[in-house]
């Protein structure tokens, strides 16, 4: 037997079988109107939370009125870190958390999270003490120039933290003349430099998705939907409406099989609510009738530069800093651009956010002084984006002194609403995994289950199996290009890019196209767009090169690639001509208004 068809693969076009057919199931859930828990809300807490409750056999629901992952989990310096600045405000329970977690996801999301050494610019010896005492006991005015004292205070306890599942060296401190030795961009000003380790994340939005599908692929009773709105909560009952889908495919399934005659409206009865919106959180608890002030978020954006001198200079480090008001912010390499951040302002309308000029002079004018022989300026950005953290309502008179921690609070059921309703409030990134476990286990308790699985060493998407030696890696590739045909080199761009789910995308083949690359400067092929328009929940343009893809953020999306991408789409997904036209409008209006890409 071919080794190909043992893995159970096929050369044609059709959809991945691993992959449910979402609208079935969503059509299934809406006939016998019952389900455990409905997830509104598919960012990272959402979805992490969902794969939990999939995974003990929780029958469960999640929807977001966008796409997956679109909102605030799009939007991250895209680092997996422990979270150094919070031992500033005593937050230790916080940093053991976050550096448990950080060292999860190195193990169980080997393709997307990476070590990424972090170098911070020291500026005086001593300075900093009593500031960062008065910071631990209280204050609200943040600490300015931490001294190399304090900050080797800060690294040993982060060593220490960080210990559980250890996957990375030790911090170091070095001094002047090494440090300038090392990177001799850096300002004259400095008298040493500390290095430590956190991890990066190169693709958070396929995270988010893999997470879902994962537990879609553990529970047979779960169901997602994006694009999707809550409409009305009434009698216990919540109707949603499934929106701008045109005539796409879900899935490989035509989108009219399984659909209500109505447009897409179909209804619920849920046992508990779980509010995963983020900052929206506040809106959807008024939806459902239960008004709410849990949210007080700040805004953080970030630039992306085409600066092949400043990547060069940080040879795979993070440069993490002071700017002169003391805030923190950071840049270091990311796809071959030089990724800068973040800003941290008072702000709660995530429906309006974007990247204001004031916040890009601010970014290039932090890494102008500390690499003052390096030229920045606005023509260098190629990407720009923005979010808003959904952090807990706070009197803190400096944002970046607001807790990253999280809560769940409840809101019991009441006469005209059977539910409990528990909203997910503020987190990071990084602690996803323990939260959602936090939360599995109150809404287990409530449905009167136990645990069945732990996700502690769960595996995520491509992560399973993932080779990460060198040798393991050559012998997968080598098995790979046996059983698929496909050319090694391509073959490990897809692992880099999609982890163990490579093969099954190397061995999809489009029927549109001869040729198997988009016609601009990207290395993206024909047959990887088709499949996934054809298996990854895509409804529209953007959906593909800002979320399945890193061609928009990577800088290499031309319009020729863009109506390619759409062409491929409209095909597999019966767009006509006008939709095609309609959707290429939006993605260029968006990525030009709201992210600075100039096609």
């Known amino acids: 037997m071919n080794p190909a068809d043992a893995a159970g693969l096929s050369y044609s076009a059709v959809p991945d079988h691993s992959v ?100 911070i610019p020291i500026f005086s010896w001593s300075k900093g003490m009593w500031a960062a005492l008065r910071t631990l006991l209280g204050s609200t005015s943040a600490p300015r120039s931490r001294g190399a004292i304090l900050i080797k205070i800060g690294l040993a306890i982060y060593d220490f933290y960080g210990s559980r599942h250890r996957v990375m060296p030790r911090h170091r401190l070095v001094g002047r003349r090494r440090a300038l030795r090392d990177m001799p961009a850096l300002t004259r000003s400095i008298v040493a430099t500390g290095t430590y380790y956190d991890a990066k994340i190169s693709h958070p939005e396929r995270l ?3 997470l879902i599908t994962d537990g879609l692929a553990a529970n047979m009773l779960a169901a997602a ?30 989108e009219d099989e399984g659909r209500s005659e109505d447009g897409g409206v179909f209804s619920v009865r849920p046992k508990l609510v779980v509010n995963a919106a983020g900052p929206w959180i506040d809106d959807v ?8 002030k849990m949210i007080g978020g700040t805004k953080g954006s970030h630039i992306l530069l085409k600066h092949d001198e400043l990547v060069r200079s940080l040879a795979g480090r993070m440069l993490y800093f002071e700017a002169d008001d003391g805030r923190i912010c950071l840049v270091y390499d990311y796809l071959g651009l030089a990724l800068v951040g973040s800003t941290d302002i008072q702000a709660d309308n995530p429906d ?79 602690t996803f995994r323990g939260f959602a476990e936090e939360v599995a286990d109150t809404v287990l308790n409530r449905l009167g289950r136990g645990r069945k ?21 050559a012998a997968w590739l080598a098995e790979a290009r046996s059983a698929s045909g496909a050319d090694e080199r391509r073959l490990d761009q897809l692992l880099s890019r999609y982890g163990t789910k490579a093969l099954q995308i190397a061995r999809h083949q489009s029927p549109w196209s ?51 991408i759409a062409a491929i789409a409209g095909r597999a997904g019966n767009w006509g001509p006008q939709r095609i036209s309609d959707e290429l409008d939006a993605a260029v209006a968006q990525l030009s208004d709201r992210n600075l890409v100039r096609l």
């Open 20 to 119: 449910p057919n979402h609208t079935g199931r969503i059509a299934a859930m809406a006939r016998t109107g019952d389900v455990d828990v409905v997830i509104l809300g598919a960012g990272i807490n959402g979805a992490g939370l969902f794969r939990d409750l999939c995974a003990q056999g929780v029958s469960c629901l999640i929807v977001d009125k966008g796409d997956f992952g679109s909102g605030t989990s799009a939007a991250p310096s895209r680092l997996i870190h422990g979270g150094l600045k919070y031992l500033e405000t005593g937050e230790f329970g916080l940093v053991a958390q976050s550096t448990l977690e950080r060292n999860l996801l190195l193990k169980n999301a080997p393709h997307y999270v990476s070590p990424l050494p972090t170098v």
């Open 285 to 292: 608890n008024a939806l459902l009738g239960a008004p709410s």
């Open 514 to 564: 001869n040729e198997d690359r988009l016609p601009g400067a990207s290395d993206y092929g024909t047959s990887e767009i088709d499949y996934i328009v054809r298996n990854e929940f895509v409804e529209h343009l953007t959906d593909i090169v800002m979320r399945r893809t890193t061609l928009a953020i990577g800088g290499s999306l031309t319009m020729g690639d863009l109506k390619q």
């Open 225 to 254: 939907a994006n694009y999707t709105a809550l409409i009305s909560s009434s009698g216990g009952v919540l109707t949603f409406q499934s929106k701008d889908r045109g005539q796409s495919k879900v899935g490989g399934q035509s």
């Open 453 to 473: 699985v732990t996700t502690r060493s769960m595996p995520i998407g491509g992560g399973k199996g993932f080779p990460t030696a060198a040798a393991a890696r």
């Open 352 to 430: 309006t956010v974007r990247c204001e000029p004031q916040e890009i002079d601010y970014l290039l004018e932090s890494v102008r002084a500390l690499m003052p022989g390096m030229t920045f300026g606005r023509d260098q950005i190629v990407y720009a984006y923005s979010g808003i953290r959904p952090l807990p309502a706070s009197d803190a008179s400096v944002p970046g002194l607001i807790s990253r921690d999280h809560s769940a609070p409840v809101v019991e059921p009441d006469p005209s609403r059977p539910f409990p309703i528990i909203s997910l409030v503020g987190g990071k990134w990084t």
């Open 208 to 210: 988010v998705l893999e």
